[in-house]
């Protein structure tokens, strides 16, 4: 499967941004565990939101609560919600699928490109 991120940007702290995720090709995307990982510069790729295949959804710590992760399998696109965004937030975001997934990077073979989230202080 071929995953496209988009909709990242610039955007003042407390300011908002929706990301999307485009599958193509591969198996059925309903059937896929799907997730959100962010890597800013210098860190390593971390864990921020995973949706499984039924509609469960698992959230990080640092972004729980202003941050919403859905899929709409009818578009074959996975979504992330940023509201109350704050500095800390700013990094590149990817998504990723697989057939279990997980909130561990090796949970999932298949890598989006990446979008970058600016968030201004």
């Known amino acids: 499967v071929q995953l496209q991120a988009s909709g990242g940007g610039l955007v003042q702290a407390g300011g908002s941004l929706r990301l999307s995720c485009v599958a193509s090709?591969?198996?059925?995307?309903?059937?896929?565990?799907l997730g959100w990982f962010r890597q800013a510069p210098g860190k390593e790729r971390e864990f921020v939101a995973s949706?499984?295949?039924?509609?469960?959804?698992r959230y990080s710590e640092s972004v729980k609560g202003r941050f919403t992760i859905s899929r709409e399998n009818a578009k074959n696109t996975m979504y992330l919600e940023l509201n109350s965004l704050k500095p800390e937030d700013t990094a590149v975001y990817y998504c990723?699928?697989?057939?279990?997934?997980?909130?561990?990077?090796?949970?999932?073979?298949?890598w989006g490109q990446g979008t970058q989230v600016t968030v201004s202080s």
């Open positions: 990723a699928a697989d057939q279990v997934g997980g909130t561990v990077v090796d949970a999932y073979a298949y």
């Open positions: 090709g591969g198996r059925t995307f309903s059937s896929y565990a």
């Open positions: 949706i499984t295949w039924r509609g469960g959804s």
